[in-house]
Structure formats: C-alpha cells, structure tokens
C-alpha cells in the first residue's frame, strides 16, 4: 500500500475532486467516488506524504491562474488515504511518470 493525501468533497461525503476534465468517472460537480480518478498528493519516491507536501501543494495551486484557490480550500477536505499497487499503476500510466 501506498500513502497519499487526496480531497474529498465536503458536500458530498465519500466524493472526491476529480484529477481533471479526462476523468471518465467524474460528475457534473467535479467529482468522482473512483479514488485512483481524484486529485492526489503523491510523493514521487512514493514515500509517505507529510505536511510540508500538502503545504507546497497548496501554495503551487494559489498561484494557477483561473483557479478559485479560496473555494477549494473551502470544499475540499484533505485525507489520507491507501493506494493499492493496481490503483498506483492507473495513476502513473494516465500521468505520464
């Protein structure tokens, strides 16, 4: 198993925010239930995300133009969760890493 940090809809418990518009399980609202599907916080040594990752996370989101940085905060809650080797796979295919 692998550790990530990922954002669940704080509306919509058990909902997360999508990883973006390509995501075939996504909703209207932008999310999807299907967690290899969600925005991740990933390390790339695939060691265990701490805060100082969730930090600069944020901070390199704040800076996107065109992006609501204060409506994300407020919507989305981070949690960890557990990937699986299978869901891992998904993520680095659709990722190009």
Request: net charge negative; glycine share 4%; no cysteine.
């Amino acid at each position: 198993m692998f550790k990530a940090i990922a954002f669940e809809s704080t509306e919509h418990k058990g909902k997360y925010i999508s990883d973006g518009p390509d995501v075939p399980t996504m909703d209207a609202n932008g999310l999807t239930d299907v967690l290899e599907e969600s925005l991740l916080v990933i390390r790339i040594d695939l060691k265990d995300p701490v805060k100082r990752d969730l930090s600069d996370f944020y901070e390199f989101i704040s800076d996107v133009p065109l992006f609501n940085y204060e409506s994300f905060r407020k919507n989305a809650k981070p949690i960890d969760v557990k990937l699986t080797k299978k869901q891992l796979k998904v993520i680095i295919t659709r990722n190009e890493w």
